[in-house]
């Protein structure tokens, strides 16, 4: 028996279960129910009958013959028709035997508070610290590479299925190692990566930080390219320089946000490259590029409109090539630190090269020169 209520959250079933210890006894929410003497008298009357219509039931089954257990049960529930319990007569609603079990049992107010005082408690400040610490890499290239460099970075991870198979071992370590992972359809990729050139896969990852001036100089070869990039913030530029970097050797990038360097789309340009190159910075962009002045570094700086012709100039084993932003080039105060200024040839119909594919021409000569 149940009913059916609507409220602000919609239709509520109540269930109301028989008491079987307590009789049948009037509904308290309707008074009905309960059995009419009349029709009690009625079964007492008809007791016997019913038992013998049962014995008679129980040994025609199964080819006129019944079990012992079976015709005990009838003849039990026979006899059962025509008892009245004596506590009939002393039913009131207050007694019913119908009770309410729509819900379960909830503890009291003492209880409740003390469950939710146990919750953990999200630090919002906490949560904050952690996004600035992570960041999102996408693209097969620039994931696998890093998962080859340094897979305790990766925090989580989503794939689509059809790259899973050259991701085996990368699943097998992420498994191993207790690692989120999440095998999920293109939309949901699309959600999780913040682009549609995810490429199949995307990690999130914690960044790296960038390395003091200081600490690159102790472990510093006698042949080193240091590449220093004033306000390039562009992620596709960083990419491609990343990317060149790593095909001519170039190891050191000083930056002033080393972060720039882990952002999804830079990465994903760099196509693996960016596992190959290190960020470092300084209290300054002046203050880095002073501090490799002093340790035996030749400044080297660009210009399109001025300088020594590229093909003709001698560049040398250790330097800082110093390039700026992708608008207004190097800053007056970081081009008058340069020791040598260097400027790419071509036909004057425009006026510069995109910055990356300017820093792959003059790393190339460094190569060609120094390797």
Request: with cysteine; proline share 4%.
């Amino acid at each position: 028996m149940n009913d059916e209520f609507k409220g602000k959250s919609g239709k509520v079933k109540v269930m109301y279960v028989r008491d079987e210890d307590a009789g049948q006894k009037p509904n308290p929410r309707t008074g009905k129910g309960g059995r009419p003497a009349a029709r009690q008298e009625d079964n007492r009357r008809s007791g016997p009958r019913t038992a013998r219509n049962n014995e008679e039931g129980g040994r025609s089954s199964a080819g006129g013959r019944g079990t012992p257990a079976r015709d005990a049960r009838n003849a039990e529930r026979g006899r059962s028709f025509g008892r009245r319990d004596d506590r009939d007569d002393n039913r009131s609603f207050g007694d019913s035997p119908w009770r309410t079990v729509s819900r379960p049992p909830v503890a009291d107010d003492s209880q409740i508070d003390e469950a939710a005082s146990n919750k953990p408690v999200i630090d919002p400040e906490q949560i904050r610290r952690q996004r600035q610490e992570e960041t999102r890499v996408y693209g097969e290239n620039a994931c696998q590479a890093l998962f080859a460099s340094r897979p305790e970075s990766i925090v989580r991870a989503w794939f689509i299925q059809s790259v899973t198979p050259r991701f085996r071992e990368t699943l097998r370590w992420l498994a191993a190692n207790r690692k989120a992972y999440h095998v999920v359809d293109d939309a949901e990729l699309t959600k999780a990566s913040g682009t549609e050139h995810h490429g199949g896969v995307c990690f999130i990852i914690k960044k790296r930080m960038g390395m003091e001036v200081s600490e690159w100089l102790k472990k510093a070869d006698t042949r080193d390219c240091v590449l220093a990039l004033e306000d390039v913030s562009n992620p596709h530029n960083l990419g491609g320089i990343m990317r060149s970097c790593a095909h001519f050797g170039v190891k050191g990038l000083l930056v002033n946000d080393a972060s720039l360097l882990e952002s999804g789309a830079a990465v994903r340009t760099a196509e693996g490259g960016a596992e190959h190159v290190q960020a470092i910075s300084g209290e300054s962009f002046a203050s880095g590029l002073e501090a490799f002045r002093k340790a035996g570094y030749t400044i080297v700086t660009t210009s399109s409109h001025e300088g020594t012709p590229l093909a003709k100039a001698e560049l040398p084993a250790k330097m800082v090539l110093v390039l700026g932003q992708e608008r207004e080039g190097l800053s007056d105060s970081a081009f008058q630190q340069g020791d040598i200024s260097l400027s790419i040839g071509g036909t004057g119909n425009v006026e510069s090269l995109n910055v990356s594919v300017a820093t792959g021409i003059l790393l190339a000569e460094w190569w060609r020169q120094n390797a």
